[in-house]
């Protein structure tokens, strides 16, 4: 079945600091990936998505490119803000049409002034 | 933008009750999912219904059904509840009908707390 591991968690940045959180995945045929965001008390937000090899998603400063050859989709983002603590998750959605979504066990990030 | 409803939006049920949570998709979206997440934990898919049929189904206990009604809302029933199951649910819509690759949008979660 399908299965998406992230990296071991928390992270702490001080603000302005290089994030990388490592997604990698397992899948059957040519899933999509998405990495969605949770703020303290509230629902899951869409953060960027890729739906093909070698494409980039990008949003509010994080990118993430679908890597085939090595089932990543790792999150990064140049310059961190306390604005961005949260948990996030990478999740793929397989190639059934119905398609639900599966998730990785989340990473706390905590960004400090 | 009109979002995902979900209600009631806290709940608090003592064990072998029963508890109905609801869930009132986007407008227009055809498809809803339900998913379950326990403390510290990642979502996980209980089931999910496309044009009122039930079209997939994850780790969901036999004590729980769900439906999805002529209006597309959605309804999760929870029976003999047990403190394990204390949890955020939530519901996310998506218009599969649409073209498109269409995503699923997520409401706030209900959070089920069982003593």
């Known amino acids: 079945g399908n299965s998406v591991t992230q990296m071991e968690g928390p992270v702490t940045l001080s603000e302005e600091a290089f994030l990388t959180i490592n997604c990698t995945y397992t899948?059957?045929?040519?899933?999509?990936l998405f990495w969605y965001v949770q703020y303290p008390g509230e629902g899951l937000q869409l953060l960027l998505k890729?739906?093909?090899?070698?494409d980039k998603g990008s949003n509010k400063g994080f990118e993430a490119t679908y890597r085939k050859e090595t089932t990543s989709f790792h999150l990064e983002k140049g310059s961190v803000q306390v604005s961005d603590s949260a948990v996030y998750f990478c999740?793929?959605?397989?190639?059934?049409?119905?398609?639900?979504?599966?998730f990785g066990q989340g990473t706390i990030l905590t960004v400090h002034p | 933008a009109a979002g995902v409803i979900q209600s009631p939006r806290h709940l608090i049920k003592e064990k072998r009750e029963t508890a109905t949570l609801k869930c009132y998709p986007i407008?227009?979206?055809?498809?809803v999912y339900w998913y379950q997440q326990g403390p510290g934990q990642d979502p996980q898919f209980l089931i999910s219904?496309?044009?009122?049929?039930?079209?997939d189904k994850g780790s969901i206990p036999d004590r729980f059904s769900a439906q999805q009604f002529s209006d597309y809302h959605s309804e999760l029933n929870m029976s003999s509840l047990e403190l394990g199951d204390s949890a955020l649910y939530f519901c996310?819509?998506?218009?599969?009908?649409?073209?498109?690759?269409?995503?699923?949008?997520f409401g706030p979660g209900t959070r089920l707390t069982v003593l």
């Open positions: 996310a819509s998506r218009a599969i009908g649409l073209a498109g690759d269409n995503e699923q949008f």
């Open positions: 899948a059957t045929g040519y899933p999509s």
């Open positions: 890729a739906t093909k090899a070698d």
């Open positions: 999740a793929l959605r397989g190639g059934t049409s119905y398609g639900k979504l599966t």
């Open positions: 407008p227009r979206h055809d498809t």
């Open positions: 219904f496309y044009e009122k049929m039930q079209s």
